[in-house]
Structures are given as structure tokens and as C-alpha cells.
């Protein structure tokens, strides 16, 4: 059978994640093991993966990303789906279903895909799955709504064991070097070429590891789970937990409950915690973030949409794309970083 494609749809709360949605789709962020974008299709088992409704974007181009598009006027020989970008299937408790006419999918009441027959006309602008025909079969699907970065980071945890439960195998403690000290009964997933050095502890009692292929860690450092290094990863040290990390990223220091999209340096000590990292992010020594208020109430975010109460009381930083921050940065709590921007000085920014 013919796999369907799939476009993502930023809708109009997608395109106020700032500083993110600038100068990458949304499906393009990473969440759990996957990026939006990925989860997305390996749920529904279709092809492209394209973005529609952020025309603002166009020009967008990385390896195994999706392109700026419009909808086409038509649903492909195949069928399709459009797919709210923000929107995360649990993809262990989801069956992708082989609709031949429309259908609505759900998740917690909110519509969040919908499918259209091969042939089937396709809206001129689409800028919500909010609502639509009451005659169309609507089907709920286990998941999350984002509706914020905040979301995401905070979220993250939980997806990110559940992916590397239902999407790896083994447990590998016959392959692990000598002088390094497992801990735990969860899952541990090792990729080809990885190297972990001595005196490096990985600790699953909170969830399961996973280093994708050519990740390198070296010892004294402590993995804690849930955990995932995208390929070619290198650790330096230090004390990392509660991490999605996309490809080719250096790591050092204490890092807690982050989400870095890949291709970032933080190569050196510093606190980096319940924080969001877009791509190519550089983090000069010891720049250092808070993620809690001294009177420990909840966080607001202010960000090029608005001012935004995240309901969280433990909040980091989102770093756009090509951030880069100069030695001895301190972020406050909820600090929000335009993609480019370059901090320096002795002050804390604003």
C-alpha cells in the first residue's frame, strides 16, 4: 500500500514560539528521542514531511529536514495528512489508522490531523484544524498538545522514556569497558563506535539511556536517565540527566532537564538546566542559567508575542539558533535569546 504524505501545519500558536519559529518550522524542534517532524511521520507511516503556514520561512534548507511549501490544490494519488506541527503522539499506544475517507484525529478534545482522500480538494489556506465538517469521523489518539517552549522542555522527560522504551532494544552491559559503573535496571542502547571512558557512571534508575552512534563520553561524568545523545555526540564531563540532544553536540558541566537540537557547544563547566537550544548554539565557560524565581513562583516568559505565565515554577532559558553567549554569562529565569544574538559583558541581560 502507498504511503500517504504528510504536510505539518504551523498554526497561528505555533508561529508565536519565539525566539524559534524566526528561523526554523516548528516540526523542526526536537522533543523525546524524535523531532516533531519525525514523530510525525513514523506515526502515520507516510513520506515528505513538508511545512505549511510559515511562508515567512521560505528558503528554510537543512540535511533530513523538511521543506517551506503550500498546500497543493489537491490531496496526492496517495492520500494525505495534515498535521499540526506542535502536536506529539504517544507513539507506543498509537495505531496509525488506514482511513479511506476523511478523518479527524484528536488529542485531549483538540484536532490535531486530518486526513484527506486521494483526489479530495484541499483548503486554499489553512490556519487552524480547529473545527470543520461535524459530519467527519473524529478518532482520539493518545498524546500532547505543546503550547509553548515551556511546554516542551517541561514535558520532555516523560516522552523521552517512552520513545527509548518503545523504540529501543537491549541492554548492553557485556559491551560496556571496564571502569565504567551501570546503575539501574532500565534500558541502556548503545549505537555503533561508541566510546565511554572510564570512571563514567550511567545511572537508569529514573529512566533509560541511549547513545546514538559515534557519541563519545569521557570520564569523571554521570549519565542519568532519561537520556539520549544524537549521533556523534562528545561528553566531557560533569553530571547530565533528563537530556534530548540532537546531533554533533560537546558537553560539559551539570545539565538538567534541556532539550538541545544539535550542532550546539557547551563544552565546558556551567549550569544549563529546564532549558530549550535551538542550533549552533555556543556556550562561552561558566555561563550559568537559573530556572527558579527566589519567591518560587510560577515563571512568565516575555518573548516577541507577548508576555506568557508559563503555570512552571521551574523554567530555564530557550536559546535561539546561533546564539552565542562570552565567558561567565548569567541567564536569569526564563531568559528568552533572539536567534544570532551574541551576549557578552558583566551585567545579566535583561
Not at 467527519?136 to 516523560?158: H, S, T, Y
Not at 546531533?247 to 532537564?257: A, H, T
Request: hydrophobic share 40%; proline share 6%.
Amino acid at each position: 500500500m502507498s504511503k500517504p504524505t504528510v504536510f505539518l501545519l504551523d498554526d497561528a500558536v505555533a508561529a508565536g514560539w519565539s525566539p524559534f519559529a524566526e528561523t526554523r518550522p516548528i516540526g523542526e524542534l526536537r522533543f523525546g528521542a524524535l523531532t516533531l517532524r519525525e514523530r510525525a511521520l513514523l506515526a502515520l507511516g507516510g513520506t515528505g514531511g513538508d511545512h505549511v503556514g510559515c511562508a515567512c520561512l521560505e528558503g528554510f534548507e537543512e540535511p533530513d529536514a523538511g521543506a517551506i511549501t503550500e498546500l497543493p490544490s489537491h490531496a496526492p494519488s496517495t492520500g494525505c495528512w495534515v498535521w499540526l506541527s506542535r502536536a506529539a503522539v504517544d507513539l507506543a499506544a498509537f495505531v496509525a489508522p488506514t482511513p479511506s475517507a476523511p478523518l479527524t484525529l484528536r488529542i485531549d478534545s483538540e484536532d490535531v490531523a486530518r486526513y484527506y482522500a486521494p483526489g479530495a480538494a484541499l483548503p486554499d489556506s489553512l490556519e487552524s484544524l480547529d473545527g470543520g465538517e461535524e459530519s467527519v469521523p473524529r478518532q482520539e489518539i493518545a498524546g500532547v498538545v505543546l503550547n509553548g517552549p515551556w511546554d516542551l522542555v517541561e514535558a520532555n522527560a516523560r516522552c523521552l522514556t517512552a520513545d527509548l522504551l518503545h523504540l529501543c532494544a537491549g541492554r548492553f552491559e557485556d559491551a560496556l569497558p571496564a571502569g565504567v559503573q551501570l546503575v539501574g535496571e532500565s534500558l541502556v542502547s548503545l549505537g555503533a563506535d561508541v566510546e565511554i571512558g572510564p570512571g563514567v557512571i550511567l545511572d537508569t534508575r529514573n529512566g533509560p539511556i541511549r547513545l546514538d552512534d559515534g557519541c563519545t563520553v569521557d570520564g569523571p561524568a554521570r549519565l542519568v536517565g532519561p537520556l539520549h545523545l544524537g549521533p556523534g555526540c562528545s561528553v566531557f564531563g560533569g553530571h547530565l540527566g533528563a537530556l534530548s540532544v540532537g546531533p554533533r553536540c560537546k558537553l560539559r558541566g551539570e545539565i538538567d532537564s534541556t532539550v538541545i537540537c544539535g550542532f550546539s557547544n557547551k563544552a565546558h563547566d556551567g549550569y544549563l538546566g529546564h532549558a530549550l537550544l535551538g542550533r549552533w548554539v555556543n556556550l562561552g565557560a561558566m555561563t550559568t542559567n537559573s530556572d527558579l524565581k527566589n519567591n518560587y513562583s510560577q515563571v512568565r516568559v516575555s518573548t516577541g508575542s507577548g508576555n506568557h505565565d508559563t503555570g512552571l515554577m521551574k523554567v530555564g532559558v530557550f536559546l535561539g539558533d546561533h546564539v552565542k553567549t562570552g565567558i561567565g554569562t548569567l541567564l536569569n529565569t526564563g531568559t528568552a535569546v533572539g536567534a544570532g544574538s551574541n551576549l557578552f559583558g558583566g551585567s545579566m541581560p535583561p
